[in-house]
């Protein structure tokens, strides 16, 4: 299903969303249809410096949403996408994928097409924030990668993990302890705090002078993120990515670590090692099992950059899923 949706700041991409899938509106919800999936939207605006949605569902077939902007003159938004982080929607004995778990930071222009897959869970929350009041809450921070996202005249991603205080907080939002007379000002705290430890986040990365992206190389870049993920046995071959992504191998590597904050081989050694936790604990594979299956020839080579990246070996990270 393909759903156009023009933003003119309002609820308009819920609504359109509620419309084309028969959803029911109560209030400031959205229920998803037993005949469509499960779950809810929800969301604040607080006027034209800050919004919010909130995505708690899965649905039964695939949706794209093809958004055309429609900002106030001199508005210009950034948007923070936090994605798989509330708890997961799914019963027991359900085969629905998770949603992947990071934060994506945009110019609002770059957010223009979001793609909802079926059987997916997702457990989101988008805050959209105008740069004058991100230049409010932030702009005393004398941080260089804090400095690009507050002064980004063009556009640019950046894409980075979760931290548990995030997932933490995301968590008091699904269950929130106020009178409905307050939601919007606890809300409104929320999602100040959650940009607070994104920020952090941001604060850690190695310094990377910022380049202005064309949206031709943002695809171009995530092409390369996806190929690294989907063939993990496989060790990047910086020429030929750099081929397909239309770009030379300088231009390749500082546009992929400015957006993901790693280098492409550490970045495709990190989703190795996510991908060979995963297998140790949820598909129970032995240690030698899962190395073999990522490539590794040498156990003991897999045993040390698994400890590495995860601070324990291979053996006793299996154990605790085992015994």
């Not at 990071?102 to 740069?131: D, E, L, Q, R, Y």
Request: glycine share 6%.
């Amino acid at each position: 299903m393909k759903i156009s949706v023009t933003d003119k700041h309002r609820s308009g991409i819920a609504l359109e969303l509620a419309r084309a899938i028969g959803a029911t509106v109560s209030g400031r919800f959205i229920y998803i249809p037993e005949s469509r999936g499960a779950g809810y939207i929800t969301g604040f605006s607080w006027g034209s410096d800050l919004r919010m949605m909130i995505r708690h569902y899965y649905l039964k077939e695939d949706v794209f949403v093809e958004r055309t902007n429609e900002l106030a003159e001199g508005q210009e938004d950034i948007v923070f996408l936090l994605s798989g982080i509330f708890p997961s929607l799914t019963q027991p004995g359900e085969k629905l994928l998770p949603e992947q778990v990071n934060v994506f930071i945009c110019k609002h222009a770059v957010s223009s097409i979001i793609a909802m897959p079926s059987n997916t869970v997702f457990g989101s929350v988008t805050i959209a924030v105008s740069k004058q009041y991100l230049h409010q809450l932030f702009g005393q921070i004398g941080h260089p990668v804090v400095a690009s996202v507050l002064e980004a005249g063009d556009n640019f991603v950046l894409e980075t993990g979760i931290s548990s205080e995030i997932i933490n907080t995301a968590g008091q939002m699904l269950h929130q302890p106020v009178p409905e007379s307050l939601e919007s000002h606890y809300y409104k705290l929320k999602c100040e705090e959650l940009l607070c430890y994104i920020f952090v986040i941001l604060m850690q990365r190695e310094e990377v002078p910022a380049s202005a992206m064309h949206i031709d190389d943002i695809k171009a870049i995530y092409a390369v993120k996806y190929k690294l993920q989907s063939h993990h046995d496989k060790p990047p071959a910086i020429a030929a990515l750099a081929r397909e992504a239309g770009m030379s191998e300088p231009k390749l590597r500082k546009l992929f670590k400015q957006t993901f904050g790693k280098g492409v081989f550490e970045y495709y050694q990190s989703a190795r090692m996510q991908k060979a936790a995963q297998l140790l604990r949820e598909k129970r594979l032995t240690v030698s099992e899962v190395g073999y299956q990522l490539g590794f020839t040498n156990l003991s080579h897999f045993s040390r950059v698994f400890e590495a990246h995860t601070g324990i070996k291979p053996k006793k990270y299996s154990a605790l899923y085992t015994n």
